[in-house]
Structures are given as structure tokens and as C-alpha cells.
């Protein structure tokens, strides 16, 4: 174990973290890794494994599309899987075809690729069209395996000359050029916290000002249907209220009063019904979105029924056997979708507060080395959290 302070020490050994440390790799500097945890567990390992890049909008889009190579060229060098394997939003309204027929109108026919209702039900491998009515493929979409990639790319790190992951290890206080941790200090020139929602606990000022909230979803691994075989990450109506490509649309506002109507219990749980194949067959289902400062253990079996009940309605099957059960646990704010915070010279703090750090996690960490992630400061304020 080195004593030499490192040109980077980052904290925390989720993808963010990780994929700042492949970069600072990539450009010639030597990186520590401090992590608490004996390996990632964190929202890291807990999510769908989808890179949605199609469904962003604005400077997140931006940052999404770089991502994409970032992840491309982590998965070549640690040898984990990724596929460019797209996203498939299904629509089964109108409403649902119109928000899809305009982004499509807005983002031209490569990056928006509308599907019939014949064609979604193949990749879908429904026995039949049923209520679909078609559907959209954003190509750009990658998918890994959420519970391989980070592992595998801390390995990989790990083996590299001027790398060092410090697992087990859980950091206590941070000052310019010294991370103070449960097994003593560790040095570096530019330290990097990337703690995701556990920002509170070492930093609560920054935090609180983020307004960081603990957003819990509940997640399943279930089997998959016999015909089930797509790799693309599935979307649905939910998902469209919830990623800004879609509500900018004129057809968003029919869309949402229509789930209001009709599954309003989907809209109260804050649900984005979605799903993404694994290469051992089986399906990563979720999820549904509940805020608080703190997160409750329990998972409610309400909650779990209706999202699994939606995913075999996509599917077009009776019922989904569930073999695992999860809740996931991500840094959410109402007041802007990153947290980049200065907190002293050489000392920045980064979470991800939009539930899309797989999504930008590379992006972030190649701005980060292009000097060109500004900070987010924002004035303290009252503002309550929306729910979907
Ligand atoms: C169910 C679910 C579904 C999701 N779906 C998607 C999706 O489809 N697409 C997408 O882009 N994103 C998705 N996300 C969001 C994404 O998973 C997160 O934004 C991302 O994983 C955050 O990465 P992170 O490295 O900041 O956090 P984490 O993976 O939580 O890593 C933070 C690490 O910091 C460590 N740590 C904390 N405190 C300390 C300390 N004091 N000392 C040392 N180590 C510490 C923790 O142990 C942890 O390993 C989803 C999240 C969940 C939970």
C-alpha cells in the first residue's frame, strides 16, 4: 500500500467514482480509490444496467452522448459486457404514439426510429399485437449488466500501475490534500467525493443546500417469458413522464392526464414501469420512486405487484415469477439534476441528483478532465421534491 500521495484520490467506488478513475488512468495519473465497502453495493450494482442516452435532453444529453464512448472503452479494456443493443419505448395508446411521432418529428428518423405495433410485439416476443399500437427505438441506448460492470472496471482499475482501490476502508473527513479514513490518512493533490446520496453524512451543508434526498425504488429480477430475448433496455407511458426528450413534447400533457385517469395508482407510487433483459435470461424489473431524508427498510409488496403486474401486461403474459427482490437507493433533487460542489482547493464533491448516474457517469468524469464540469452553486431554499 502506497504512502506517496496520489495525483487523484477518489471516494466512493460506485460507477461515478470508478469511471473519474479510468479516466484519470487514461490521462497519465495515479488514482486511489477509497471505498467503505468491501466491493460496490451501492446504486451501482442496483439499477436496470441502461445507458439512456436517447431519452435526455439539453446539456444532459450532451453529457449522455459522451458518456457512451466512455462506457464503450471501459467495457474493451475490463472486458465486461455492453451491448449498443438501443431502447424500445413501447406505446399502447394514442397519446402514447403521438409523444413518440413528435420526438421523432424533432429528432430525425436515425436517432428516433418509430416501430408498428407488429414490429414491437416481435422484439417484445409477445404471442400477440394485442392493445399495442407501436412504438419508437432510440439506437443510441447502451445496456451493460449492473452487477458485473462496476465490479469488473474496479478489478480492472485496480490492476493498473499508479492505481490502488482501498477497500473496507470508510472515509471520515476530507481537507485539502488528506482524506482522513477508518485506516488512516490517505493523500492526494485533487480529491473527489463521489458518495452518490451518502453526501449528507460527510458534507451535510452541501447537501442540504442540493436539497438531497434519499430516493428508494423497488426492484425484482424475474424470469423471462420463453420468447423474451431482446437486449434493448423496454420503456413504457410511465417512463415517458419521466425523462425530458418525452414531457417536451406537445403530446405529454394528453399523456400524463391519460395515466392520471387510468392508472392513477401507478402515477401515486411514482412508477416508471421498464424492464431490460440480462444475459442469463432473466429480466430486471422495476421501479417505482418514494423520497424521504431517510430510508425506510421495508418494501411493500403493493408497490411491487402493481410494477411486476404492468411488466407481464407489456409482455403480454399472465404473470412474471420473481426470484429476487431489491430496493435501490439513489441521490435525488428537486433543485438540479448534478451536484458539483467546490468545497475546498483541490477538494470537489459529485453526485449524480437525477437518478441517471449510469447514464452520465463517463461524461461527467471526461469533463471533469477537460476542466470543463462547472460547479452547480445554488442559494438554500424551501422547495419541496415533485414526485414524478
Ligand atoms: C433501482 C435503480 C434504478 C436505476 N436506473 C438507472 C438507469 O436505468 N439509468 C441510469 O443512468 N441510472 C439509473 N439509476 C441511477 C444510478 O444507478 C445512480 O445514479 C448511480 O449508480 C450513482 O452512482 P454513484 O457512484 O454516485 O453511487 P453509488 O453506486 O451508490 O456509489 C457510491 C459509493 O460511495 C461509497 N461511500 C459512501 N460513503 C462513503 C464513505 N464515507 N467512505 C467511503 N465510501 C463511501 C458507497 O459505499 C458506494 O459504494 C438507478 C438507480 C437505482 C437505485
Redesign the pocket.
Known sequence: MSTAPSDLVV???????LAHAFEALANGLSVTV????RR?????V???G???IGAQSGELLDIARLSRGGWLRAAAAAGFWAREAGALVVARSEAEAAVLEELHADRGGDAVRLRSAAETAAVLGRPAVGDLVGGAFLPDDLRVNPREAAPALAAWIAQQPGAEIRWGT??TGVEPGTVHTSRGPVHGRQILV???H?LD??FPEPAERHGIERCR?N?ARVKAPAAFRTDSAVLTATSMLRYDAFTAQPSAARLREEVLAHRPELVEIGANVMFTGLPDGTILA??SHHYDDTTPPFLDERVSRLLLDAIADVLGVERLEVLERWQ???ASSARGPLLVRDLAPGVRAL??TS?????LSFGLAARTFAGTLEPTELEPTEQEPTAL
Not at 460496490?40 to 451501482?44: D, I
Not at 437518478?355 to 447514464?359: I, K
Request: glycine share 20%; with cysteine.
Open positions: 471516494v466512493g467506488a460506485g460507477i461515478v467514482g477509497v471505498e467503505r465497502d460496490p453495493v451501492g446504486a451501482s442496483r439499477n436496470f441502461h445507458c439512456c470508510s472515509v463521489c458518495v452518490g451518502d453524512h460527510l425504488l426492484m422495476g421501479d435501490g437507493v439513489y453526485s449524480v437518478g441517471v448516474g449510469m447514464t
